[in-house]
């Protein structure tokens, strides 16, 4: 079993700052790519960012602009994304996603978080 459990997200004023956090547990071999992604109300589901093992990291411009920052502690199978100057478009419940190897003789799979919600008010 494994699990991606994501925290942080809360209720926040235009300009205000976050950091996000999500931590895989569980029967894990070897982790991937980590991924943010954001859901809007009544828009899909799109991706903000994403990293890889060996922290490389790329970002969905325009929507990060600069102002997030996503980062990974291996160590603590966790990655975490730093959100800046947060607008009312940032509102959204906010998915971690995994490549997750749980065994040398499996192939790796995407695992998925609950999302936890972040909201901006003006």
């Known amino acids: 079993q494994v699990q991606l459990v994501e925290s942080g997200g809360g209720l926040l004023q235009a300009g205000d700052s976050l950091r996000l956090s999500c931590v895989v547990s569980?029967?894990?071999?070897?982790?991937?790519?980590m991924v943010w992604f954001r859901q809007a109300p009544g828009k899909q589901r799109e991706l903000v960012a994403m990293?890889?093992?060996?922290?490389?990291?790329?970002y969905a411009d325009p929507i990060v602009k600069g102002r997030f920052t996503i980062s990974r502690d291996n160590a603590k199978n966790a990655v975490y994304l730093e959100m800046t100057s947060l607008i009312p478009e940032d509102t959204a419940v906010y998915y971690c996603?995994?490549?997750?190897?749980?065994?040398?003789?499996?192939?790796?799979?995407?695992?998925w978080g609950q999302g936890t919600q972040v909201t901006v008010s003006s």
């Open positions: 996603s995994a490549d997750i190897q749980t065994s040398p003789s499996l192939s790796s799979r995407d695992y």
């Open positions: 569980g029967s894990i071999f070897k982790i991937n790519t």
């Open positions: 990293i890889t093992s060996d922290n490389s990291a790329d």
